[in-house]
């Protein structure tokens, strides 16, 4: 029985996204790539010829070329975005921890503002450094005694955060109308210019990341009932806990330096699966990640059919996160820091 | 006289619809990125995410070859223009799949285009669109050389060179008649302010100051940034005679008349301060910066200007440069 549903379960993990994803296919504004066209574009491909008024080939380039990798970029990056906060709230033993809490997003908007102001290399390279080393100061800060002061990282995580976002401003305050209305859109979150590179650049960093988050779920569980247990069951927890930071940090940054900054998914998706799970990091990490992912995508697909002006899809989140939180914190059983 | 001269320009020059000077040369551009473009004939459907750059396509004539359009179009101040020109954009039925600011790549490969004009600022989409393998015009205009080189350019790839070069000849002719008007007068000082707010501005090397200097103005700001924020310490101590504010929704002169601190300023003391009246029709990134030229000469030397009527008013400069009345 226990098996049962431990393999409909793992069955449900996989089929639920996979469902989404293939909805989301055929889904899209221009109305091409509809369930006719796509058989039509599947005959085309088998080697029949095209129909008179059909065109295959526009069909099989909205699918693979645009929806495609705009689909797995949104899985992946709510994905890897909710796995990091499971990950940081886990550590930080703090429901309101998440990945942006080291600086992580203002470092990445600087960065994608200085590649986007005076182009010295990819907005999304820039991005991942600058989200990289917003951590590194944080840890800097943070290591007294080469010891790692929990309060004094997340201390860090703001007055890093501080720095960048003036930083930003002053990008944006120099930068002509032009770049400042890119630099804005880039801030919102939008994965409309999403693309194969793209998909593959991001995969590489944000899937170490989500692969090591996932394969140390367990430690999780030890590191979040604090430094005295988790070291009295023989766990080094400076080291466990950087691998995990590291991780993270490699999961978030990989993913906002293509989508942009995406909010509250990361704060959410653990918050409302925990509900589902409770608070075991096994089954919490893999539902979460497979629950982040959904979510943005699904939150993706409406905002590419909604309207004829896409509304970037870190705009969306917001304004659907803050009342999905504010219900989850009211029906919730557990009473935060009582 | 000013409605002869358009007439005989437009019976002379005219052009007719898909004409081009070698037929079955390759056309070979080079765009504002440096990018050699090459088509084996013009491309019959042609989607344009600038407005400035559609405007010109209208002025060559290249309607049939639209195939998509601006978002911006369709606002307020635009669409009556717009909609005048093309029937398409008067039913609302022309596909605007974007803008300078956004693109919806799914939309603009729907629509099938053959190229893409955009601003060679968006480098993000710019990538997107030629892996679909759409090639892309992109264009950076920095001054009215650039206007120049788009119009001749455009004026290539549609099949419409003669008439590319008649805009020119025509613009070069308005061009010596304002010099020739504004000779012997003192120079007046002037501020020129963007709509994004009072202190916002632009210097020496920027189509404000090329307007100014066809105008017979001279800029204030020194600087070389073609757009900057100066504080306002700056601008009182620059005390310009007259300000020339660029459309502003928000703002009106008189606003601008009575700004905290501005009271003691050359241009306010002598209400000296304009607004350009129209986005569409004092827009410096296509020809139509005589028109806005015009009225800012009119505004700085009013009585110089009032004894001479060479200047085409902005109906005929319209007309010519869109040829309104052959569309009627």
Known sequence: ?338 | MAVFSILLFTACFRSHPGETDSPGDAIVVEDFRGETLSFSQPPRRIVCLIESALSALYMLGADSLIAGVPQSVYKADLYPWYARLDVRISKREMPAPGNWDFVSLESLAAIKPELVIIWAEQTDVIENIERLGIPVYAVMLHSFEDVHKEIRDLGTITGREERARELLAFTEAQKKTFRRQISGEDRQRAYFMWSQGVLETSGSRSTVEELFQLAGLENVVKNQDEHLVINKETLLSLDPDLIIMWYNEKLDPADVMTEPGFSQMKAIRSKRVYELPSVFACDFWTLKYLNAARMVAQWAYPEAYSQNDSLLSESHLMDSLYQFHLKR
Not at chain 1, 3 to 26: D, E, G, N, Q, W
């Open chain 1, 1 to 338: 029985m226990h098996l049962m549903k431990r393999t409909f379960s793992i069955l449900l993990l996989i089929l639920v996204p996979v469902l989404l994803a293939t909805l989301a296919m055929f889904i899209g504004p221009s109305g091409e790539g509809g369930w006719e066209s796509v058989l039509e574009w599947i005959r085309w491909k088998t080697g029949s010829p095209a129909d008179a008024g059909t065109h295959p080939e526009l069909t099989g380039l909205i699918l693979w070329e645009i929806r495609f990798p705009r689909i797995m970029l949104a899985f992946l990056t709510g994905g890897a975005l909710s796995l990091a906060g499971v990950a940081m709230q886990a550590i930080f033993r703090n429901p309101l921890a998440s990945p942006y809490i080291l600086g992580m997003s203002s470092g990445a908007a600087f960065g994608a503002a200085l590649a986007l102001a005076w182009g010295f290399m990819p907005p999304q390279a820039s991005a991942f450094l600058f989200a990289a080393l917003a951590t590194f100061l944080c840890y800097l800060i943070a290591v007294r005694k080469k010891k790692l002061a929990v309060l004094h990282l997340v201390l860090g995580g703001i007055i890093v955060s501080g720095i960048f976002t003036a930083l930003l401003t002053l990008v944006q305050y120099l930068s002509d109308p032009f770049k400042l209305q890119t630099i804005v859109h880039w801030t919102m979150g939008n994965l409309h210019n999403a693309n194969n590179t793209k998909l593959w650049t991001s995969l590489i960093p944000a899937g170490i990341g989500v692969a090591g988050i996932l394969i140390f779920r367990w430690r999780l569980n030890l590191l979040s009932l604090g430094d005295q247990e988790a070291r009295s069951s023989g766990m080094n927890v400076p080291v466990q806990r950087g691998l995990i930071i590291l991780l993270a940090t490699l999961a978030t940054s990989g993913a906002i330096a293509v989508s942009g900054i995406i909010g509250f998914i990361d704060l959410i998706v653990p918050h409302m699966v925990r509900m589902v799970t409770g608070a075991d990091h096994r089954k919490l990490a893999p539902v979460s990640f497979v629950a982040g992912g959904c979510l943005l995508l699904v939150i993706d697909t409406l905002s590419r059919i909604l309207g004829s002006y896409e509304i970037p899809a870190g705009v969306i989140t917001m304004l659907i996160g803050a009342p999905v939180f504010i219900f989850i914190l009211k029906r919730s059983k557990i009473v935060w820091g009582t």
